[in-house]
Structure formats: structure tokens, C-alpha cells
């Protein structure tokens, strides 16, 4: 059993992910497997794709409560990219979903404009992110 479980949901950069932790000389396995998961000492989740499918593929592998429970326990977790958005108890990408509300808030679309100015999307850069409070 590998220390370190890449959760294979269908949706994800796997073998980058795997090569990146194998040049580190890292215990680490690709599993959809329940009781691989929650077996695990550490959970990468990484994720390339849409909110709403990768929550469907959670779902359909029975993968949330075993996510879930990991974080809980304080188990060390990495979400990288969509793996990380799924925290979140929403995002509004193609209407709204919910997510697995292990961070409080929502993964919002950019805006068109801020201060009259037109934004370009896609954009890569650094912008402000706030608390919304």
C-alpha cells in the first residue's frame, strides 16, 4: 500500500503529478480505490476539467465521504488546480454546483469588467482575491 494515493476520478494530470512525486522519491500510487483512499497517509487530488463533471465522477466512484473523512482526521491533502477548487461549497462554472464544502465559499467566474476596464479572459496573472466579507 502507498503512503501517497493520486486519486484517479477521470479527470486529472495523473502521471505528471506521479512523475513529480517519484522524482522526490515519494511512495505514491494512482488508485480510484475506496479502500486505497482511505487507507492512505497523504491525498493528492489533482484535477483539468469542469467543476460539475468532476464532482459527478466523486460521486459516481463513491469518493466524497472517503475525501472528506481524510481532511477531517487532519491527514495531509494537496488539491491541485480543479482538485483544489472542489473544496469549495460551490463554484458557478456552467450554472451552479456544489462542491465538497470542506472551504467555506464559492468559485466565482471573473467578472467581464472591473472599473469600466475590460478584462481579458482567458487571463494569466496575478489578481487581488478577497474574503467577500
Keep these: 500500500m502507498s503512503r501517497i494515493v493520486i486519486i484517479d476520478y477521470n479527470l486529472g494530470n495523473l502521471f505528471s503529478v506521479q512523475h513529480a512525486c517519484a522524482s522526490l522519491g515519494l511512495?505514491?500510487?494512482i488508485s480510484q480505490n475506496v479502500e486505497e483512499v482511505k487507507q492512505a497517509e497523504a491525498i493528492i487530488l489533482p484535477g483539468v476539467g469542469a467543476f460539475a463533471e468532476a464532482m459527478d465522477h466523486l460521486e459516481e466512484l463513491n469518493l466524497i465521504d472517503p475525501?472528506?473523512?481524510?481532511?477531517n482526521a487532519g491527514k495531509p491533502f494537496l488539491g491541485i488546480c480543479l482538485g483544489l477548487q472542489l473544496l469549495f461549497t460551490e463554484s458557478e462554472e456552467f450554472g451552479n454546483r456544489k462542491g465538497?464544502?470542506?472551504?467555506?465559499?464559492?468559485v466565482l467566474k471573473?467578472?467581464?469588467?472591473?472599473?469600466?476596464?475590460a478584462l481579458?479572459?482567458?487571463?494569466?496573472?496575478?489578481?487581488?482575491?478577497s474574503?467577500?466579507?
Design 100 to 106: 465538497l464544502d470542506i472551504i467555506s465559499g464559492s
Design 131 to 133: 474574503s467577500g466579507a
Design 67 to 71: 475525501i472528506k473523512e481524510h481532511i
Design 27 to 29: 511512495d505514491v500510487s
Design 110 to 117: 471573473f467578472p467581464k469588467q472591473i472599473d469600466e476596464k
Design 120 to 129: 481579458i479572459i482567458p487571463q494569466i496573472g496575478w489578481n487581488t482575491i
